[in-house]
């Protein structure tokens, strides 16, 4: 298994040039996850997916978009970047079992800059 | 909503020495899971140790252990014999049994074991 994968591993964007940042899982996991991490601030939940055509917002969505068309990848679309948009981006993924703890596998992370 | 607090925004030890590191928490909820993870520079996120709520024993991992205090909702994470290679940012986490089980993060404490 790959476990969770991410592209690109860095990008520079100029402000408003819109982009795609990729994740994708082979372990079958319902649950797919964004984060933004940014210095003082922990881990940031930006959207997440508990299954393929399912998606809601986290703490911090505005400016992102997401989409959930198969069970194993969970695109992440900046429309319009902006320069506080500037920031790691983790994807993860977990099995959803009801109360039963399922591990969350994160991807290696995107660091985003936008000039 | 959930939140989860490092007051310990950078902490340094000399190698071999014991240290514990901070996390408190504010939740309603009497189901839970809390967590440490780990990230070196690689960025790569790995999780140290896992705590249920439920569980009155505190977890242990090797050079890892935790205190639980469940009424004082406090978390704190000891790390015993302390070696160059724990040098990393340090993250608290909490999970809610049931619902999203969405992760929510402390703002991280940087851990900087000296030889």
């Known amino acids: 298994n790959a476990g969770v994968t991410q592209t690109p591993k860095f990008q520079v964007l100029k402000t408003g040039q819109s982009m795609t940042l990729q994740c994708a899982q082979d372990?079958?996991?319902?649950?797919m996850s964004w984060y933004r991490q940014d210095p003082g601030m922990g881990l940031r939940l930006i959207h997440y997916?508990?299954?393929?055509?399912?998606?809601d917002q986290g703490e911090v969505p505005n400016g992102y978009n997401v989409s959930r068309s198969t069970t194993e990848d969970f695109p992440l679309r900046l429309l319009s970047a902006a320069p506080s948009q500037t920031s790691v981006y983790f994807c993860?993924?977990?099995?959803?079992?009801?109360?039963?703890?399922?591990?969350?596998?994160f991807g290696p992370g995107t660091r985003l800059t936008v000039l | 909503a959930q939140t989860v607090t490092q007051s310990q925004p950078e902490m340094s030890v000399q190698e071999a020495e014991t240290v514990t590191l901070s996390c408190t928490y504010d939740?309603?909820?009497?189901?839970?899971?809390l967590f440490w993870y780990k990230q070196p520079p690689s960025r790569q996120m790995i999780l140290v140790i896992r705590q249920e709520a439920y569980k009155q024993q505190n977890a242990t991992e090797n050079r890892f252990s935790v205190n639980f205090q469940k009424a004082a909702k406090s978390f704190s994470l000891k790390i015993s014999d302390s070696q160059l290679g724990d040098t990393a940012m340090y993250f608290c986490?909490?999970?809610?049994?049931?619902?999203?089980?969405?992760?929510?993060f402390g703002q991280g404490t940087r851990l900087t074991i000296n030889p």
């Open positions: 939740t309603s909820e009497n189901n839970y899971y």
């Open positions: 997916s508990v299954g393929a055509g399912i998606t």
């Open positions: 372990m079958n996991h319902e649950y």
């Open positions: 993860a993924s977990r099995m959803t079992s009801g109360s039963v703890y399922n591990e969350q596998f």
């Open positions: 986490a909490f999970m809610n049994i049931g619902g999203a089980q969405k992760l929510v």
